[in-house]
């Protein structure tokens, strides 16, 4: 059973296209257009602008060039979208650092954000499928995703440990939203 079936940090309906490679379902768009406007982004993610103009000021999302979002930009903000209901953004921050050290400077990536993403997106989708969702078949869903990509990821070890605390955060974020959702129509009734 699943919980909430959209692309993590989007607002855009899962389909089966998007179960090996999540991004393409957004990315021609980005080709289309030569980037996202911020509008377009907030629309695409649920967030305000003025949110994502803040992550931009804090170094957690790279500077735009001109009014347009890019590639690399839209996926850090969805990464960061994904994972914030369950975690404290400066703690998000941080392991996107862990991950990929600054923004600014892509040498320092152990892991393209355009594979974290479809990664931890195929990770979530087939742990949903299966109802893999104790700790241990977690982490064998990520040791086969990093086995599979080991030639694109420049440290297998520290790249496993942080999806596994990705996942689970977003995992522990559609709980919280059923939660949320279970308490509204309690409290509706009162």
Avoid: H
Wanted: hydrophobic share 40%; glycine share 6%.
């Amino acid at each position: 059973m699943t919980i909430n079936r959209v692309l993590p940090g989007t607002t855009i309906k899962f389909t089966e296209q998007a179960r090996e490679n999540a991004f393409s379902l957004i990315s021609p768009v980005l080709e289309a257009t030569g980037g996202l406007t911020l509008s377009q982004l907030s629309k695409l993610t649920g967030i305000e602008g003025t949110t994502i103009q803040n992550w931009i000021k804090r170094g957690w999302v790279s500077s735009t060039k001109g009014k347009k979002y890019s590639e690399r930009q839209v996926l850090r903000v969805l990464l960061i979208n994904m994972l914030r209901p369950a975690m404290k953004l400066d703690d998000i921050a941080s392991l996107m650092r862990y991950v990929n050290g600054d923004v600014e400077d892509t040498s320092d990536d152990i892991i393209a954000d355009i594979l974290l993403y479809n990664i931890l997106c195929r990770i979530i989708f087939t742990a949903e499928d299966e109802g893999a969702f104790r700790p241990e078949q977690i982490r064998e869903l990520i040791s086969r995703e990093v086995a599979g990509n080991s030639r694109e990821i420049a440290d297998d070890e520290k790249l496993s440990r942080a999806m596994y605390v990705m996942v689970m955060a977003y995992r522990s974020g559609c709980l919280i939203n059923e939660m949320e959702k279970g308490l509204g129509e309690i409290l509706e009734e009162m």
